[in-house]
């Protein structure tokens, strides 16, 4: 079944620890991005990337990293969990050139991480 | 700075219809986006609009009216299974999605 794959499901983390997010798609989009969604508030993205080998900062990317080796994987880091990254992260991909258009997002299942 | 603004949440009767608005200031526009997220689950799109007027999709409906900043998702006969959030998102001048924090819809037997 062709989408997007989240791994882990959910995951709670000792603050201070490393933690990487997995994300792989199988529709060769090119634009991949990371969300995180918290109670009360929109989805805020952390990074992005429009094709492979290049990535971009969203709105909140402090504390995150990635890496876009090839079109289907887009890892999402966080080198030492603070709690305030407590919260449910969404991988998304499109077709998008990261210029205008319809470009419809297609949505992980999410990843709940819990950072104490 | 940019702002999405949604109802956080709207109460509706089995098989009546409801109408969830969306305003928004943004820098530059380049299409609006309407997705459902049911709870625990991923955001799904439903509807793009990019000119005024009004795009019919089955039983929902979205529209419209740049001149005021102001969309909204129509949706019609509802069923339980439209108990869910409705996120609006704008594409601002950098071709980059604002998300509101969504619209929280309770439907009722």
């Known amino acids: 079944i062709a989408g997007i794959t989240q791994a882990p499901t959910s995951q709670i983390l000792a603050a201070g620890r490393r933690m990487t997010l997995r994300c792989t798609q199988d529709?060769?989009?090119?634009?991949m991005y990371w969300y995180r969604q918290d109670l009360g508030l929109g989805l805020r993205l952390i990074h992005y990337s429009n094709t492979a080998g290049t990535t971009g900062k969203g709105e909140v990317p402090d504390g995150y990293s990635v890496s876009r080796a090839n079109t289907d994987d887009f890892p999402l880091t966080l080198a030492s969990a603070v709690p305030s990254q407590t919260s449910v992260y969404f991988c998304?991909?499109?077709?998008?050139?990261?210029?205008?258009?319809?470009?419809?997002?297609?949505f992980g299942a999410g990843s709940r991480l819990t950072v104490l | 700075g940019q702002n999405i603004d949604q109802p956080t949440e709207m109460t509706a009767t089995e098989g009546a219809i409801v109408q969830i608005n969306c305003t928004y200031q943004?820098?530059?526009?380049?299409?609006l986006f309407w997705y459902q997220q049911h709870a625990g689950e991923a955001p799904t799109f439903l509807s793009y609009?990019?000119l005024d007027g009004l795009e019919e999709k089955g039983r929902f409906s979205s529209f419209l009216s740049r001149s005021k900043g102001y969309s909204y998702l129509l949706l019609k006969e509802l069923q339980m299974k439209d108990s869910a959030s409705y996120l609006c998102a704008v594409k601002d001048s950098n071709y980059q999605l604002i998300w509101g924090a969504g619209t929280k819809l309770i439907i009722k037997p």
């Open positions: 609009n990019v």
């Open positions: 998304a991909s499109s077709d998008s050139d990261g210029g205008p258009g319809a470009n419809v997002l297609t």
């Open positions: 529709m060769r989009h090119n634009a």
């Open positions: 943004t820098s530059g526009f380049n299409g």
